[in-house]
């Protein structure tokens, strides 16, 4: 049953205060004002029956057609307020909240209204320390007293070491060495290449005690034009030791090392002599039966000499290459003056301790050589 205005409703409001059993009733009213009002008197009079009050509302807009606005467009929205929707918000008045439905107020009587699912728990902060307590200050050390800074700080223990350490004394000059087609290192760290003639002998090295170190060129190279140490002597009073390179066959060497006259056969014996001068022949490659190497020791000089070999292949082609010795001497203490020789030129006693200059330069050792010399050297 459908009806409109306000006899209509009245007539409606008496049946239901009378008691009367009514079907499903549609009352149209004219706005939301008057639909809200009757629903409210609905609900007081009270029934089950189920009534819906609407009103409409008129919307007008205009469309375009390109030229102008050509056509009006009239649309009627029509709303609905039950009779079951007003109930459950005057409930929830009373109560003093809102309905607690999260679904729409005007379900059918068969749904039960569930009440909303549990707010889902806080997110974590975005850094594990976000609602970490602040760092408890820093404390800061309390400044000393006037009275504990008048007071000196107590003595601790002696020290174990003492910090006062004698000065070392400077060693004299280590080493100079003879190397090669042949280069002379000196005392003092000079350095040049030494010009020599090929099978001849030259004073190496002479102390003033008398004792001396001789060597000898000998020819090689790829052209044959090259100078070697091909043996060095040395003399201290009445002994003698010699260590010389010979050929042996087409290409080998073999070192021989003599001590007052006798050869020394083997790497691992040591000859001593009356001055005390030891001669220790050794092997410096490989476990050979015969000597490689030599070191002549004394009081204050130890005298290496090592038998070299050619290593490119250019080298070893060369029939006349040959091999050489590498002459390294160590000063263990001052040597007695004068000292002279090609190396000896470059030693200088230690003053005090300390490591001297070269008694002589590099630029005032010159070698002389006769016509016939030169021309062999060409």
């Not at 601790?156 to 002379?184: C, E, L, M, N, Q």
């Not at 005390?276 to 002549?296: H, L, Y």
């Not at 040959?322 to 030129?345: H, Q, S």
Request: aromatic share 8%; hydrophobic share 35%; charged share 20%.
């Amino acid at each position: 049953m459908a009806s409109r205005g306000p006899s209509a409703i009245q007539a409606l409001l008496l049946a239901l205060l009378a008691g009367a059993a009514l079907a499903t009733s549609d009352i149209e009213v004219e706005s939301a004002e008057e639909a809200r009002a009757l629903a409210a008197q609905l609900v007081e009079a009270g029934g089950d029956a189920p009534y819906r009050v609407t009103y409409r509302t008129k919307k007008v807009s205009a469309e375009s057609d390109g030229q102008g606005w050509q056509k009006t467009v009239t649309t009627i929205v029509t709303t609905e307020i039950s009779n079951q929707q007003a109930a459950r918000s005057a409930a929830a008045a009373n109560d003093g909240g809102e309905c607690p439905c999260a679904c729409p107020c005007s379900p059918p009587p068969s749904v039960v209204c569930e009440p909303p699912p549990p707010a889902p728990p806080p997110s974590p902060p975005l850094y594990r320390n976000a609602t970490a307590p602040p760092f408890p200050p820093i404390p800061r050390p309390t400044p000393p007293s006037p009275e504990s800074e008048a007071s000196p700080p107590p003595a601790g223990p002696p020290p174990r070491f003492s910090r006062t350490v004698a000065p070392r004394p400077v060693p004299p000059p280590v080493k100079g060495s003879i190397v090669g087609d042949p280069y002379v290192h000196g005392f003092q760290g000079q350095f040049w290449m030494w010009k020599g003639v090929g099978e001849r002998e030259y004073k190496l090295l002479v102390v003033g005690d008398g004792s001396r170190m001789d060597g000898t060129l000998g020819w090689g190279g790829l052209k044959g034009k090259q100078t070697f140490l091909r043996d060095i002597t040395f003399k201290r009073g009445d002994s003698r030791t010699k260590t010389e390179l010979v050929k042996v066959g087409e290409k080998a060497w073999a070192m021989r090392v003599y001590a007052d006259g006798k050869m020394i056969e083997s790497p691992y014996e040591t000859a001593e002599l009356a001055d005390g001068t030891t001669v220790e022949p050794f092997d410096v490659n490989t476990d050979n039966s015969f000597p490689q190497a030599v070191r002549i020791n004394t009081p204050y000089l130890r005298i290496e000499a090592i038998q070299r070999f050619p290593s490119r292949p250019a080298q070893i082609n060369a029939p006349d290459y040959g091999n050489w010795l590498d002459v390294f001497v160590y000063v263990k203490r001052a040597l007695p003056e004068p000292v002279k020789g090609i190396l000896g030129a470059t030693y200088a006693p230690p003053p005090e301790g300390a490591v001297g200059a070269a008694s002589t330069p590099m630029a005032s050792i010159q070698f002389d050589y006769s016509a016939e010399e030169e021309e062999k050297r060409k």
